[in-house]
């Protein structure tokens, strides 16, 4: 059985007024979490004008009493960018807001602007990124007063700890003995998503990642399940995809393809993103291709699934048969330039197009 997730980066016109874009991406969470929707996530930049949520942290938070079921992931904390104390004291808070509903998803942080203006641009980022999570960890598995020493950052309450009034002592998460892990892997034969597994967490394939080389996160996913003596469940591996379903075919090839509309926007963003690191190999069917030939159009073309709702799932299952089985299609969230096709489309993906899939899946998603 397949299940629906939501993730946000979110991504949005300059010109838009970030208190209507914050609102806007509110809305969405509050109405997955009405439509049934397993799981929802915002990732954090703190210099981009278009990806203006701050704080995943402070944006969950919001909806921690205004959503019932759905489980909230930060998608991601970008650990580099701030201080391990800060984080395990921050994630376990929200954690216990959320009554366990939370899943703790981590990066080094793929923004270049971000490293500069924390002074992390010539640093090794994954290295920072180990070890913040090591130290989140071991505050979260020990007791004060701490005393962790690392490259880039110490860690002590030595010296100011009164255990008997609790100051000194960060919070444990609400989940014992801390919330799911994931990650979002970007690369095609990610290394990244053996070592996570191998470490029980769980990957999300990102989105603006051709299904070629969604396809070889697989095989390194089930590799560190391996080195972990667990069970590569499918049920674990989660897939985003920018989709947008419609009543009516024409109307979701206006809005999906729309020079000036949301969803070619968001890739002319990632795009250009890419094309200044380096990075389109991400997008090349064949890695010979020339960077010339890596048009808009052709991103669009490859990346962004629309339709009616029998079109759709017939797509997300043609997906299923190329990558093989996944657990969650993760529906990518856009701007809402026209809300009420936007808010259809979420709904269609709900009530239409995940009924169709299992359907025609017939069986539930077993581990191997």
């Known amino acids: 059985m397949m299940e629906v997730s939501f993730f946000t980066m979110p991504v949005h016109p300059l010109e838009k007024p970030q208190s ?11 109405l997955a979490d009405e439509l049934g929707f397993a799981e929802a996530y915002c990732g954090e930049h703190t210099t981009d004008l278009a990806e203006n ?19 909230l992931g930060t998608g991601t904390v970008n650990l580099p960018n701030s201080h391990p104390a800060a984080i395990a004291a921050q994630v376990a808070m929200l954690d216990h807001m959320l009554e ?17 203006i924390f002074g992390n641009l010539e640093n090794d980022r994954n290295a920072m990124f180990l070890e913040a999570i090591n130290m989140v960890l071991s505050l979260w598995a020990s007791e004060a007063p701490y005393e962790l020493t690392g ?11 009164i255990r008997e009034i609790g100051q000194g002592s960060i919070i444990k998460p609400y989940q014992r003995p801390h919330p799911p892990i994931i990650g979002t892997i970007v690369a095609p034969y990610s290394k990244g998503v053996t070592a996570m597994a191998a470490r029980g967490w769980d990957p999300i394939s990102a989105n603006f990642l051709l299904p070629k080389w969604v396809a070889t996160h697989w095989p390194n996913y089930a590799e560190g399940c391996a080195q972990a003596g667990r069970l590569a469940d499918p049920s674990n591996w989660r897939v985003a995809r920018s989709i947008l379903v419609a009543d ?15 969803y070619v926007f968001y890739y002319r963003q990632i ?13 090349k069917e064949d890695p010979s291709m020339p960077d ?48 009420q096709i936007a808010r259809r489309s979420m709904i269609l993906m709900a009530e239409k197009v995940l009924p169709a899939v299992n359907a025609a899946i017939g069986t539930p998603v077993a581990a191997q």
């Not at 949520?53 to 489980?71: N, P």
């Not at 366990?100 to 602007?113: A, K, Y």
Request: aromatic content about 10%; some cysteine; hydrophobic content about 40%.
């Open 292 to 339: 010339d030939a890596i048009t808009l159009d052709y991103v669009c073309d490859r990346l962004i699934t629309y339709g009616t709702a029998d079109k759709v799932a017939d797509q997300i299952l043609a997906l299923r048969d190329e990558i093989g089985e996944f657990g969650h299609i993760v529906y990518a969230g856009h701007d809402w330039a026209d809300p």
């Open 100 to 116: 366990g509903r939370l899943m703790f998803g981590i990066s080094p942080g793929g923004l270049m602007s971000d490293a500069e």
């Open 53 to 71: 949520i701050t704080s995943c942290i402070a944006f969950l938070a919001s909806l921690a009493y205004e959503t019932k079921r759905i489980r």
């Open 151 to 161: 490259q880039f950052w110490n860690i002590s309450t030595r010296k100011t700890t």
């Open 248 to 262: 009516d075919q024409a109307t979701a090839e206006r809005y999906a393809r729309d020079p000036n509309g949301p």
């Open 271 to 283: 795009l250009t993103k890419m094309r200044a690191g380096n990075r389109l190999g991400l997008f």
């Open 20 to 30: 209507v874009t914050l609102r806007e991406d509110r809305g969405a969470f509050i």
